[in-house]
Nanobody, 118 residues
Framework: VQLQASGGGLVQAGGSLRLSCAASGRTFSNYRMGWFRQASGKEREFVASINWSSGSTYYADSAKGRFTISRDNAKNTVYLQMNSLKPEDTAVYYC????????????WGQGTQVTVSS
């Protein structure tokens, strides 16, 4: 499994970014895909996840109402649309994958930096 994250950048507070995670190496119909982030000096934290097959989603409280996770089956790509960005959203964002029934994410992409200026 290979995961390639992209789409990070520098944006002003209140702005938007869309992150992409291109997945390859197998079919993902029985996988759950997630986005995590790690700010400097802090532990990595969960942001959002989506069941590849059903499309069911789950969000961290910090992401609810501002972020939307989605997937494009034809492109094997998962997206994280981030709106109303805040300086505290500044972090390296990682996409990850796990078999749906697993408790831990097994596969991780490289991170993409998101910086939100005030």
């Amino acid at each position: 499994v290979q995961l390639q994250a992209s789409g990070g950048g520098l944006v002003q507070a209140g702005g938007s970014l869309r992150l992409s995670c291109a997945a390859s190496g197998r079919t993902f119909s029985n996988y759950r895909m997630g986005w995590f982030r790690q700010a400097s000096g802090k532990e990595r934290e969960f942001v959002a996840s989506i069941n590849w097959s059903s499309g069911s989603t789950y969000y961290a409280d910090s992401a609810k109402g501002r972020f939307t996770i989605s997937r494009d089956n034809a492109k094997n790509t998962v997206y994280l649309q981030m709106n109303s960005l805040k300086p505290e959203d500044t972090a390296v964002y990682y996409c990850a994958a796990k078999i749906t029934i697993a408790t831990m994410y097994d596969y991780w992409g490289q991170g993409t930096q998101v910086t939100v200026s005030s």
